[in-house]
Each structure stands twice: as C-alpha cells, then as structure tokens.
C-alpha cells in the first residue's frame, strides 16, 4: 500500500526556518502537493511540484517564501520554508493522487 511520511515539522519563531520532508513509497501522481490546516480552518493549498518537468505553484500567501522541491531518487519532496509567520502555524500535509501523509505540526510563535 502506498504510504506518504512526512517529517521535519515543530516549534519556530517568526522569521525563521524549517524544512519539511515527504517521502512516498511510490509515486501515485504525476505531482506532489503540500497542504496545510490551521486550528479551526479548512485544509488549504500551499505548493505542488512536478515530478517530472519540475514545475511548481504555489498560494499567493507563501509565494517568494516557501521553496519546494524533489529528489526523485528517493522519492522525496521537500518544503523549504522561510520568513515563517504565526499565520503558518497548521499541521502539513504532503498528498499525491488518492494518499495523504499523517501531517506534521508547524507552530511559529511570535
């Protein structure tokens, strides 16, 4: 059964750094995608990348901040995230055709 593992998640402050991971044990998708929850909101969009042209998109909110990337050698994509903000404090979700990850809490304090 295919299975997304994300990783690299936890506590920051605003205007720092972290980089969060995903690794599929096989890809369902022709891209990956980052989503994101917040307490009390809806799941939201944050970047998706192709893993064969390499093409990327992300929300307006993280753009010029947030970074994705891939290795497809290890099936890996990840989210470079800088400038962090309270207003990114979510859970992460990394998700590619039918499979979700568990998530990883990001929490930024200001």
């Known amino acids: 059964q295919a299975r997304l593992v994300e990783s690299g998640g936890g506590l920051v402050q605003a205007g720092g750094s972290l980089r969060l991971s995903c690794e599929a044990s096989?890809?369902?998708?022709?891209?990956m995608n980052w989503f994101r929850q917040a307490r009390g909101k809806e799941r939201e969009f944050v970047a998706f990348?192709?893993?064969?042209?390499?093409?990327?998109n992300y929300a307006d909110s993280v753009k010029g901040r947030f970074t994705i990337s891939k290795d497809n050698a290890k099936n890996t994509v990840y989210l470079q995230m800088n400038s962090l903000k309270p207003e990114d404090t979510a859970v992460y979700y990394c998700?590619?055709?039918?499979?979700w990850g568990q998530g990883t809490q990001v929490t930024v304090s200001s």
């Open positions: 998700h590619s055709g039918y499979i």
């Open positions: 096989e890809r369902t998708s022709y891209r």
């Open positions: 990348i192709s893993w064969s042209t390499g093409s990327t």
